[in-house]
């Protein structure tokens, strides 16, 4: 089976820097992956981490370390629009199934 | 690219009706649709995998006589909730996987269903 932990509510100032954590136990593993979701709203793909390290798309950046079967998320200059839940999700070996986080609400206030 | 068309976005319904939401892959070929329900607060929980031509794969607890799935077409999988009753009031969301990436899983919009 496939687990994964991660804060369920962090806040943070407009302008700030959070990062969310995501530790994992899973049967197999197919990289690392990073979903925004807005209230209402469905899923939209963030970050993906395959191999250990550091991947940065403008604003939001996402770390993997497969030895400690852990990652995060980094949001910097953080804006109100921010504010939303953020999953973290992983596909096992041998199939293409996300397993998904229970998410972290991320309030950003001014 | 890689969009999932997913309808209709809100839905009231009779208890013991049936309803159905659609999704389709506008501009790429999904073998492959994942249905997910979400509760208020809580994560996406996966109900069934979909492959074009073949029977769904549902997860432990799902009822497949229930949720029934259709994937008759590489661009069209369809989810039916059969006599439906409150206690199916979700977030129901279509996902696909993007052929040759890692990653590259796109949702629908989703589906608010309310059954009263």
């Known amino acids: 089976g496939q687990s994964l932990e991660q804060p369920s509510e962090v806040t943070a100032v407009e302008g700030a820097i959070v990062q969310i954590n995501c530790t994992y136990q899973t049967s197999g593993f197919y990289g690392l992956s990073w979903y925004q979701q807005h209230d209402g709203g469905a899923p939209t793909f963030l970050s993906y981490n395959a191999l250990d390290g550091l991947e940065e798309t403008g604003r939001f950046s996402s770390f993997l370390s497969r030895s400690d079967s852990y990652g995060y998320l980094l949001l910097q200059e953080l804006q109100m629009k921010d504010s939303a839940s953020y999953f973290c999700?992983?596909?096992?070996?041998?199939?293409?199934?996300?397993?998904f986080g229970k998410g972290t609400k991320l309030s950003v206030i001014p | 690219g890689a969009v999932v068309s997913q309808h209709p976005s809100r839905v009231i319904c009779k208890s013991g009706t049936s309803v159905k939401i659609e999704c389709r892959s506008l501009d790429f070929q999904a073998t492959t649709m994942f249905w997910y329900r979400q509760f208020p607060k809580q994560s996406l929980m996966l109900m069934a995998t979909?492959?074009?031509?073949?029977?769904?794969?549902?997860e432990q607890g799902v009822e497949k006589d229930k949720f029934l799935i259709n994937h008759a077409s590489l661009t069209l999988s369809t989810l039916t909730v059969t006599s439906a009753h409150p206690e199916d009031s979700s977030f129901y969301i279509c996902?696909?996987?993007?052929?040759?990436?890692?990653?590259?899983?796109?949702f629908g919009s989703g589906t608010r269903l309310t059954v009263v």
């Open positions: 979909s492959n074009e031509g073949s029977k769904a794969t549902y």
């Open positions: 996902s696909a996987r993007v052929q040759n990436t890692n990653y590259g899983y796109t």
């Open positions: 999700a992983v596909a096992g070996a041998g199939s293409y199934q996300l397993t």
